[in-house]
């Protein structure tokens, strides 16, 4: 009965820590109260549970093994003298055991969380738009493009795709809203290679448009059309399991009343669309009202307090913004009438970016561009290198960070030769006694390598399995979404399979002191020994 009870308390300890965190909301249960402490208080409870469940019942581990050994009888005898000191000292056994654990545990979470972190630089393509030169006028903006490139010497056709991008800020008003009230946001004017979609990736899209090529092709042809960014969507009111961070102190979105605000703007006047929430992938086409750009045409004396004309727009798709890089309602350049110069009420700045045609050096032509158009401040950076400047140090940063956790398995080592020794000690009277029985000097040395072998070898397993679980949960809950990184979950077998057997070396290292002084005890001092 004891240890019956002892087993379902057991379980049901793993059970609540390693269930999704959100199970707690669907079966009616408060949430945790706490933050990213949660998670490694969670990888405690599991482990201590789940060890405390199979020590409690290692008959039903080491029977089955010891069985299969049976028609063996070098390996049965070996087998039963292995389990033997364990299942009698179970305690010790179990701290081992945990020990162990927690360590691969730890470096289970971080390895997945490093693989995370380096898949997101894998697709080059990406990160970067499919774009491989940016370039920011901070003087003065280029009135064309293609035709000042051959004022300066450099064929456009060296560049497959030229996109222009504006950056102002705007006055929006949705007049579908309950309450509607002008608010700011963000604009991004644009025209070339970004109205073919190169260099934004929709997470959704309005009714009525079957594809992403086909939202493209009605920007291109409906100046009146618009996109906004996936951070100006609002979260579900009524909905806690779909909150990007898993922060429990956290207010619920509907507490808060806005999205993810875009850098530089105050919370209370910043846009968000209404009627569109985080997660859709298909919306109503959405009419808003624009102020804040004008077409002035040959007046440039215009005044921002003269500039109170609006445009309407409609809303047909989402830009994925999970990397808090493409904030902005982004408008055609075509919107404005008569292809005249877009004039901002705001200071705003001029972004080229280009695609290298094959063949082309992207870095010739990236210090061709900026050395061209000196006197219009051309800032140029080739986009590819700058990926890679971000990657080195984070990545360099978890990898360090996992061989710190992984040299605690030198404290795993050091506990495993001093309990193996003073177990040593302990039964020094039974050595003897199975010297004198026959057992040979290997077969000894043997026994002790396999305790100790069977303690790194279920530490490691728990330690894998535990921190995938935990790992997963990390990332259902979002958690790395409050820093916009687009991180996934996928399992690193090559460095799991590294970290198990580094895991088995160091338990291997840890006894072959107690095993050697095993060895070397004759029958008759033993049987001497008081």
Partial sequence: MNKLFVTVVGLVLVAYWALPFDVLVWLGLPRFQG?????????????????????????VIVGPLVALCARLPGLFILSRL????????????????????????????????????????????TQTGGYDIQAVAYFKPLPDIRSALLQHGINPHVFSSIGVQTSTAVGVIQLSNETPSWRLYPAQVVNGAFLNGLGLHLSARAQGFSSDDAVWQALQSHPNYALIDSSALPYRPDSVINS?????????PADVGMPTQPPG???PYTFSLSGVYQGDTTFPATPVWVTGLQAPGDDRSITPSVATSAIKLTIIGVVDNSDSAHYGLYIPRGAYSGGNEIKPTTPNAQTYYFKVAPGQDKRALSLALGSAFLDNGLETTV?????????????????????????????????????GTRAVIERRQQIGLLRA????????????????????????????????ILSGNIFATNFFEQFNTGLTFSVPWEELCLIVGIALLASFLGALLPAWQAGRISPAEAIRYQ
């Fill in 383 to 419: 986009l590819e290198d700058a990926i890679w400047q971000l990657r080195g140090p984070r990545i360099f940063l978890s990898n360090v960070l996992l061989g710190v956790v992984g040299l605690t398995l030198l404290l795993g080592v050091t506990a495993l030769a001093i309990t």
């Fill in 82 to 125: 292995a389990s033997s000191y364990p299942l009698q000292r179970r305690f010790r056994t179990g701290l081992s055991v945990v020990m162990f654990s927690l360590v691969v545990f730890a470096m289970t979470v971080m390895a997945v969380i490093t693989n995370a972190m380096q898949n997101t630089y894998t697709n080059i393509d």
């Fill in 265 to 267: 703007f105050n919370t």
């Fill in 437 to 468: 029985i026959g057992c040979g000097r290997g077969l000894i040395q043997v026994a002790f390598l396999c305790e100790s072998f069977f303690v790194g070898m279920l530490g490691s397993v728990l330690g894998v399995v535990l921190g995938l």
């Fill in 35 to 59: 933050g990213i402490e949660v998670f490694f208080i969670a990888g405690v409870m599991m482990v201590l549970g789940l060890v405390w469940v199979l020590i409690t019942n290692a008959e």
């Fill in 244 to 252: 990007p961070v898993y922060d429990p102190n956290a207010p619920l």
